[in-house]
């Protein structure tokens, strides 16, 4: 099976149960290197936990996951630094490998975060903290990139921007990518694979067949669903344009 | 050259401002405060064993307090208290055990005074290459692990997920905290061993803007508490445990001139 060579993750029936309660069970997935797959669903679906069972960040698990590679880059949805620290964005950068000056410069530029090098982290906006952790990501050049909601606090247009920088990344590093977004209508059209997630796998598929899915509608309401639909053909007319990303 | 008592007192104080001042900015940056304080008095009851069973000072400290300390880690675990209480518990019991056993063992007799606040000026060749050899050897293993530390300080799970290993270097840095008390407590006491890691560190944070920066100042201010400590001592014969960190407390205030500083230009 040549896919095997590009598996970098797989889950078979992956659960965590914590305090006499599933976070999330039965969980299969796998994840490739050059594709992007997304996660979705309520709050405490268990899309975090997802990830993190991925990362092999769970002691104790049910089920299985497997990981193929080791050079992963992590972008958590919270991350609280202690400002006892005195840390600069260009430390930061280096948190945990040895980069290069001009590797910095590349991932900050490309996130659009260049002049933030030699700031202290502590005086960040939401926003360019979201960035400076992208870039750190990037610059790692990693197989795997776990992203777990890279948008928060972005304004809308960088928000964009940032999710077509992370289509630029797949095709550039072809690393694999797992992605949880609460965003659904800017995420879909960049994705491989929807996994949508309730607690357990609620259904997964290509983008448009699981925005089409029974069990999503009625997860998220038909008015949800409408809008991701409208939004999904306007991608798809943007595309033409572009070219024929989305052929692939 | 050894031969006088204060040039010895003046080696190994600095020898240990070399050693305390990074293993402080990571006691400062991981809130271990108390948790170097609770070591410390758990080298008591080190102390009174090394005494009863005639073993050396520095092994027997470091033997009590590493296992004090896999102990916290282990009651962390399997109770549901917070870590400070812990803490609470493990100091002052182990620091009652001690001198309980001092009162059993009445044909010793103890320098309370030496082993709260230590005799500086009373050490001997021997200590100096104790402190030396054995602060060379936690400065090369910080060395070692200073990455994926230093990682897992910022952010445990992003260390975690990206292939380092915080709980391990969670556990060797504990053994270097035991060492460091192990080999300083009969220099400055262990009242005081907490106030030489915390003390500089917290200079150094208050003019410092990355990491290493904090590190460098760390062990600046120690080596100042240090020598400002001991001649003033000198001078004005002052206990000399006690003088280093009231010189390292009035450099302290002395920093904070910058912080006002700096946040006045910031406004």
Known sequence: MESSDNLLVKMEKAGVFINNKWLVKDVSLEIEKGKIITLIGPNGSGKTTTAKMALG???????????????????????????????????????????????????????????????????????????????????????????????????????????????????????????????????????????????????????????NNKKYQELFGEDVSKILSIYEHKHDHKHGVDGSVEEN | MFDDFFIRALFVGIGMALVTGPLGCFVVWR????????????????????????????LSVFIVSSLVALMLLKLEKTTNLPTDALLGLLAHSSLAVGLVVIGLIATIRFDLMGLLFGDILAVNVNDIIIVWFGGALILLVLKLIYKPLFASTVNYELAEAEGMKPEKVKAIFTLLLAAIIAISIKMVGLLLITGMLILPAAIARNISSNPKGMVIYSVIAGLMSVLIGLFSSLEINTPSGPSIITAGLILFVLSLIKIKRSSQLKS
Not at chain 1, 91 to 114: H, R, V
Not at chain 1, 134 to 156: C, I, S, T, Y
């Open chain 1, 57 to 211: 960040l769970y002691k104790n698990i049910s089920g299985k996951v497997e990981k193929f590679t080791k050079k992963i880059a992590y972008v958590p949805q919270k991350i609280s630094i202690d400002w006892t620290l005195p840390i600069r964005v260009f430390d930061f950068m280096n948190l945990t490998s040895d980069l290069q000056d001009q590797e910095i410069n590349e991932a900050l530029e490309i996130t659009g975060a260049k002049h933030l090098l030699n700031n202290d982290l502590k005086s960040l906006s939401g926003g360019e903290f979201q960035r400076v952790l992208m870039a750190r990501a990037v610059a790692k050049k990693p197989d795997l990139l776990v992203l777990d909601e890279p948008v928060q606090g972005v304004d809308f247009t960088g928000e964009i921007e940032l999710y077509e920088l992370i289509k630029k990344i797949s095709e550039t590093l072809k690393c694999g990518i797992l992605l949880i977004s609460h965003n659904l209508h800017v995420v879909m059209s960049k994705t491989d694979h929807v996994v949508c997630l309730n607690g357990h796998v609620c259904c997964s598929g290509t983008p448009i067949s699981v925005a």
């Open chain 2, 31 to 58: 809130r271990l405060s108390f948790f170097g304080d609770t070591l410390a008095h758990s080298a008591l009851l080190g102390i009174t064993i090394a005494y009863t069973m005639e073993i050396n000072i520095a």
